[in-house]
T-cell receptor, first 109, second 117 residues
Framework: GQNIDQPTEMTATEGAIVQINCTYQTSGFNGLFWYQQHAGEAPTFLSYNVLDGLEEKGRFSSFLSRSKGYSYLLLKELQMKDSASYLCAVLDSNYQLIWGAGTKLIIKP | DTGVSQNPRHKITKRGQNVTFRCDPISEHNRLYWYRQTLGQGPEFLTYFQNEAQLEKSRLLSDRFSAERPKGSFSTLEIQRTEQGDSAMYLC???????????????FGAGSRLTVL
């Protein structure tokens, strides 16, 4: 079966750095997405990785290792508005998105 | 462009009633997706359209669910004879068919929350 694993919840302090991990086992791989979802709102696109390595975009970076079936989302200089769920999703061999359950990130002052 | 629009935003209904949700995607997007999401879970794929053609439907989708996109623009999702287990957020997303690499960024609507009593 296809599986995406992420921690259920993480807590971090304002101004700090946090790394949210995602491991996957899917039938084929055509890229990995990270989305942010605030409570009661729609998911919004953060990043897309299809090649190994680190993609940096402002305070957010995303890393991929295809051989390990592993990705992480790195958030720097955390702000209170970063409190949200972070969803990892993999595009499988049929170009179908397989979603993780999301990681709820709580930022404390 | 106002993004992906869904309505109604909230629907409360009694078990056994039919409900219909509407999604207006971004105008130049040819792909439209329906997902269902419950609290603490990721989106669960229901179905998707490329233009007016329904190309895939989840095996989890019972025959009480039907979706249409008659003119390749807006779409409707109907649930017949609703059950309490249908209570969820129904998300619509649209995208442009991606490049050869498969990048296919979805833009989601705000969702339609269904509560079945």
């Amino acid at each position: 079966g296809q599986n995406i694993d992420q921690p259920t919840e993480m807590t971090a302090t304002e101004g700090a750095i946090v790394q949210i991990n995602c491991t996957y086992q899917t039938s084929g791989f055509n890229g990995l997405f990270w989305y942010q979802q605030h409570a009661g709102e729609a998911p919004t696109f953060l990043s897309y990785n299809v090649l190994d390595g680190l993609e940096e975009k402002g305070r957010f970076s995303s890393f991929l290792s295809r051989s390990k079936g592993y990705s992480y989302l790195l958030l720097k200089e955390l702000q209170m508005k970063d409190s949200a769920s972070y969803l990892c999703a993999v595009l499988d061999s049929n170009y179908q998105l397989i979603w993780g359950a999301g990681t709820k990130l709580i930022i404390k002052p | 462009d106002t993004g992906v629009s869904q309505n109604p935003r909230h629907k409360i209904t009694k078990r056994g009633q039919n409900v219909t949700f509407r999604c207006d995607p971004i105008s130049e997007h040819n792909r439209l997706y329906w997902y269902r999401q419950t609290l603490g879970q990721g989106p669960e794929f229901l179905t998707y359209f490329q233009n007016e053609a329904q190309l895939e439907k989840s095996r989890l989708l019972s025959d009480r669910f039907s979706a249409e996109r008659p003119k390749g623009s807006f779409s409707t999702l109907e649930i017949q004879r609703t059950e309490q287990g249908d209570s969820a957020m129904y998300l619509c997303a649209s995208s442009v068919q991606g490049t050869a690499s498969g990048a296919n960024v979805l833009t989601f609507g705000a969702g339609s929350r269904l509560t079945v009593l």
